[in-house]
């Protein structure tokens, strides 16, 4: 019976320890959290951003995608990507990123766009 005494301390000990190395993880995650929020990679700082993408069958699709001075279009299938083509053209990046600034971002925005929206007398007949 002297071993149960001796079992809190211990106990407590294992405690602290756990709780110096679970506080020094969340110190390192603050601190890489900060770092990479200032060195923009962040979801606010994304270098790479997808403009479009177009389903063309089953697991295969065309996208483009943004990165720091062009836009590529690629040729995605169940298993590979491809690159078709690159465009560097100031005006065309410009088109491109107007156009996908006035795209609607609901279903909703769509319908009234298309004028198909419901009015609520279409919706009393």
Known sequence: M???PEMWPSALNMVAALA???GGMFLLVHV???YLHRAGATAGGQLVRTVASHPLGVKKSIAL???PGCVLVLGLSGD??????RIRDPEALERLRSRSAAA???FT???AR???RRTPADREE
């Open 65 to 67: 995608v943004e990165v």
């Open 114 to 116: 298309l004028g198909l």
């Open 2 to 4: 002297t071993g149960a």
């Open 32 to 34: 890489a959290r900060r």
């Open 80 to 85: 590979r990507i491809q690159v078709l083509t």
């Open 20 to 22: 110096v190395v679970l």
């Open 104 to 106: 609607p971002a609901s």
């Open 109 to 111: 925005e769509q319908l």
